[in-house]
Every structure is written in structure tokens, then in C-alpha cells.
């Protein structure tokens, strides 16, 4: 019944920062796990970034030191602050619960 909303993707330098929101329209303490994940033009869609209920975190080897994952159970809100961003980070991120709940995305283009 959650349905998942991102938002704060856009234009970034190489080397840029964004915050990517992704609001439910429920609560996420029933989610177990919050996720993002994205996609780049004709690519798979891989996983991101993990949080669990408690805050505990999971990364990708991309992501590891540079994007942080992180919940607000109270504020039924999902964060994903880029930092260091890369060309190759180009891509529309996903806001995801329990592997099986998807927002419409939000696309990053990192580009000079």
C-alpha cells in the first residue's frame, strides 16, 4: 500500500553533490529495508544503497565513501546524499522497499 515519491535529482558538475529524497505515503517502519537503486540509459538496474529499520547501512563498492544512505522512520523519509559525483553516476535513482516497492525515479546527469 506504500507508495514511494523521489525527488532532488538534476544537473551536476563532476565532483558535485546532490540529496535525493524519496517520500512514502505511509509509514516505512513497516519496511524492513529501504533501498535505492538506479539505472543508466540501457542499463540494468543495480542496487545502490541499503537501510534497515534500526540504520544500519549497506553499500555498493561504488557508493562505499561516497554516498550516504539514510531513514527517518518517524518522517516516513528516505535520503540519499551524492557526494564526489562521477560521470558514470549518471543515471535515474530508485527508491525501494523490501526489493519490491519502487518509486518512479529521479534522474542524476553528472556531466562538464
Known amino acids: 500500500q506504500v507508495q514511494l515519491v523521489e525527488s532532488g535529482g538534476g544537473l551536476v558538475q563532476p565532483g558535485g553533490s546532490l540529496r535525493l529524497s524519496c517520500a512514502a505515503s505511509g509509514s516505512i517502519f513497516s519496511i524492513y529495508a529501504m533501498g535505492w537503486y538506479r539505472q543508466a540509459p540501457g542499463g540494468p538496474r543495480e542496487a545502490v544503497a541499503n537501510?534497515?529499520?534500526?540504520?544500519?547501512?549497506s553499500y555498493a563498492a561504488f557508493a562505499k565513501d561516497r554516498f550516504i544512505i539514510s531513514r527517518d522512520n518517524a518522517e516516513n523519509m528516505v535520503y540519499l546524499q551524492l557526494n564526489n559525483l562521477k560521470p558514470e553516476d549518471t543515471a535515474v535513482y530508485y527508491c525501494n522497499g523490501d526489493g519490491t516497492i519502487w518509486g518512479q525515479g529521479t534522474q542524476v546527469t553528472v556531466s562538464s
Open positions: 537501510v534497515v529499520r534500526d540504520g544500519r547501512t
